[in-house]
Every structure is written in C-alpha cells, then in structure tokens.
C-alpha cells in the first residue's frame, strides 16, 4: 500500500533530522569533534554540487559544450571575490544564460 | 532582537535559495502526476517526507517496480546527510524543549541548514536566535507545498530551454563562498566532490554520504595535525 510505505518514508526522514538533535548533549562534544563538525557545509554540498555539473543523469562525465561548467566556473570567481551569495548565485545564471543562449 | 525580527531575518536570508526551490517543486509535481501516482499521493508526499531528491527516488523507484525495503533504505540514506546537519545543530538546540525540536528537525533541509547555520554561529547567545530556524524552514516548506501544487495542477509551466536544474547546484556553491579563501575547506570540499563522482554509481544512492564523511574524515585529518604543532 502506497500510504504505508511513504508514511514509513516519511518517518524515516524525520528520524534523519531528528535523531543527532535529541541524541547529541552540547557538553558531550569534544572542542575536536566541533571542530570537525564545523567542515560539514564544506563536506556536504560539493558531493550534491560535481555531479550536478559533471556528471549525465546515468553517472557518465561530460564535459564538451557543458555551459553548466562554466556558470559554475564563473559563480566560484564571482563567489571568491565578492562573498555574497546573491551576487554569486545572480551572476552565475546570468553567465549561464549568456553562455547558452548566446554562445552555443 | 525579538522574536519576530529573527523570524523575519530567517525568512529574509532564506529567499535567495528559492530560486531552485520552486522549479524543482513544479517538476516533481509534475512527474509524481506523469508516474502515474496521482495528485494526492504526490501532494502528500512534499509534507510528510519533505525532502525534494528523496522524493524523487521515492516514486521512481515505486514506479520501476522496486520492494518497499530498497525503496524505503534509497531514502534513508539519500536523506542521511540530514544527520550531519543535526549533530551540528544539536549544539545550538540541545537546551529546546521536545515539541520545538520536533517542529525544528521536521524543518530541517539543506537551505534551511546553510542560512541558519550562519546566524546561529554568530547570534546563538541570543534567547530566541532559533526562531531564525522557524523563519527559513517554514519559507522552504511554504515554498515547496505550493510548487509542487502548482507542478500537479498546470503541468510543467516552466521551460526546459532556462535550463534551472542548474540553479540547485548553483546555490550550492553560493553558500560555500565564505570558505574559498580557505585552503582547508577548499582541499575538503575537493575531496568530497571527487568522491561523490566517483561513487555516483553506488547502490542506494550512497554516494553523497560516502562522499561527506569522506570529506570530514580529511577535516578530521588536517585537524590532527594542526593540532600537534
């Protein structure tokens, strides 16, 4: 039944989100392991990032004529620079845009 | 600041993250409806799972005919990464009583945990700084309820040609920029996102959890190191 197994699906997630917030005790975190844990946006978003950009929903790498390389390429410039969000996220479509619709 | 300043601020930082939000909204919407699964159960699907890649592994696997335990384990374990996030913010929330913890993990995305993983590293003394939480999570949540309706009842209104599936990791690396001087972030998120190429074929879709514990296992090492000078 459909209902029963998105509803298990559902509580699974929430578990996800849940668990380490109710488990984890502030003191119980050695000043090291904060530390480690102060890398997890570093860790996390690049593993949805290169494929996103990289990769053919298959797994297979593309790399000719891929505007998406170089709006990425260009939102890193533009992020390293500035080291604002909006402007990297707006310049990055911008040139994405140009690239696609002017370019190729 | 009261608590309606920081909600508000919550709200405020999160609406540059929509820009992917409500595309990927519209097109799940619409593949729930072209799958077959209808438009109850694809609705139901964005509030009580609320996760948007999960959800799209959820009724693709239903629909190619996958056993209920592959499908359920394919989204516990895209959804893991959200376990991270919780030990980080486990910091900040332990002292909250239950029923604000459940609101808060059940507001938990990836957009919400960016934005205000920045204001509660800076503003946690703050006696309501988690209403910045509240703020962002339930933009997100306000955001993905009416896109996915909107994907159900119109169909997909937005054109392919704009290409926004490039907007997800886009954001991604907006909210990454306040580490690329870095060079310790930058060789962590260069590991993780090499790894995750490399594992994209994993079963289950593991590849973004190996890959994020690869990466905080280099973070882990560097630390090492430092640590003994």
Known sequence: MIWVKMIIAGVVTFLTRFLLINLI????????TKIVLSYVPSAVFPAIIFPAIFLSSNGTIILDHNAKIIGAIAAVIVGYFSRNVVTTIILGLLIYWAYIFLIV | MTKNKILLQGIYDVLPLLLPVIPF????????????????????????????????????????????????????????????YGAVFAQYLDKL?????????????????????????????QKYFYYHLLGSGITLWVSWQLSTLLGIVLGSIVPDELGLSFTIPLTF?????????????????????????????????????????????????????NGKK
């Open chain 2, 97 to 125: 009583k239950w029923g604000w913890k459940i609101l808060l993990s059940y507001l938990l995305t990836d957009q919400a945990f960016a934005v205000s993983n920045k204001y509660f590293k800076k503003n946690h003394k």
């Open chain 2, 173 to 225: 690396i907006g909210l990454l920029v306040g580490e690329f001087r870095k060079w310790d972030h930058v060789l962590v998120m260069m590991v993780s996102g090499c790894i995750a190429m490399f594992a994209f074929n994993m079963p289950f879709k593991a590849y973004i959890i190996v890959a994020a514990l690869s990466g905080l296992f280099v973070a882990y090492l560097i630390n090492r190191k």
């Open chain 1, 25 to 32: 005790k502030k003191d119980s975190l050695s000043e090291r």
């Open chain 2, 25 to 84: 909204g519209i097109i799940f919407g619409v593949i729930g409806v072209e799958l077959g699964f209808g438009p109850y159960v694809t609705f139901a699907s964005s509030f009580i799972i609320f996760a948007g890649s999960s959800q799209i592994v959820f009724i693709q696997l239903l629909s190619a005919g996958a056993s209920s335990l592959v499908t359920i384990t394919s989204v516990g374990i895209v959804n893991s990464r959200h376990l991270l």
